[in-house]
């Protein structure tokens, strides 16, 4: 793929009809991979693979901080490119999906933090 010329692109929708066992796509950082022969050779196992099949991998592959050699070997599988008119619409996901997070870590967990320390202080009181 050294030429631009030869890229294959890919919309989303097409990447998403490759979730199965039969086939399986994954995007990362806007590349499309067909894992489908690499599934039973995961470190991870073939479950962590299915569950991005069809769909951007991009911030599971970069979660787990995967090795040099995995970055290098995931290119063999590279199949082409998102098509840049659907390239907005992962981004859109990106957004949606950290604005979710940033719901959870500004609400649910001071929440939890404030009932622990409820539970804490009555325990506390209860014993004087």
Known sequence: ????????YYTLKEVEQHNSFVSNWIIIHHNVYDVT????????GEEVLREQGGGDATEAFEDVGHSTDAQELRKQYIIGEVHP???AALRKQE?????LLSYW???IIPAIAGI?????????????
């Open 1 to 8: 793929m050294a030429d631009k010329e030869e890229v294959k």
């Open 37 to 44: 022969k690499f599934l039973e050779e995961h470190p991870g």
């Open 85 to 87: 008119d659907d390239r």
């Open 95 to 99: 957004v949606s999906n950290k604005n």
């Open 105 to 107: 870590a500004n609400w």
């Open 116 to 128: 622990i320390v409820v539970l804490m202080y009555r325990y506390y009181v209860a014993q004087q």
